[in-house]
């Protein structure tokens, strides 16, 4: 199981394919005329957003990664608070740039990125310091989950827009569930007046499936496998609780306490 645990350096292969697909049928997707200026899952951003979003973070990294190599001092995060808006400032600033432009621009800083990342090694992977711009420094390997979270997530968003049925890729939804917890874990909100309290998420399916606790307490967001027969339990299939996690959807089977889902669910801003 450790090939689809990309915290370990044994699924570094596992996930730079599945990065690779996702990539390629996100291009796909998004190199047209006909589609480049169309609504997508994303709230107002266009096509060409999803791509100019791709071109700033992508581009963000490779500055990281030459600080992580190079000792070089770096800015302080900026934080996650005011991502959403920083993020969207700059794919806008990027409308104006044609889309032959901007697809090859955003193709040839993927295949720049896929480079570093195949070059890592496994003591890279797990210790390299990588200076992110809004959370700080993290360890190598969340910059490929985070590639597979732009390309994976925003393809969705492209489908989205186009009114059809369709659903998340199973591979990429089974890499991203550890990080979703992550995810979570940095956009919380502090804590209500009603107090702390404790809920259990439930993974049915996939290679990361099983029961975590989360406990939102005075001292933040915590979570770690455990029993959750006590606890009001929200389960998601990987898909669904990807997508949930992100914004994109109102998902999850609610076993307990419909408030206590409903407060745990509203707890987090987006990013």
Known sequence: MATWNAMTPEAKDTILRVVRQEAEQFFDLVDSDEVWEAPTGAGHWQVRDLVGHLVDTTEAYFVAFDA???????????????????????????????????????????????????????????????PHFYMGPLPAFFYPAFQLMDYGVHSWDARQGTGRAHGLSGEAADLLTPFMFVLWQYTSNALSSEGPYEVGIRITSGPNAGDTRISLTEDGFSYAPGEVSDVTVLEFDPGSFVLTAFGRSNSGTIRGDRAVATRFLNTFFRI
């Open 68 to 130: 992580a190599r190079n000792g070089t001092e770096v800015d302080a995060p900026f934080g996650l608070p005011g991502m959403g808006q920083r993020c969207d400032e700059m794919a806008l600033a990027l409308r104006s740039v044609p889309r032959p432009e901007l697809v090859a621009r955003a193709r040839a800083d993927f295949d720049q990125m896929m480079s570093t990342f195949e070059g890592l090694t496994d003591e890279d992977w797990t210790d390299l310091q990588v």
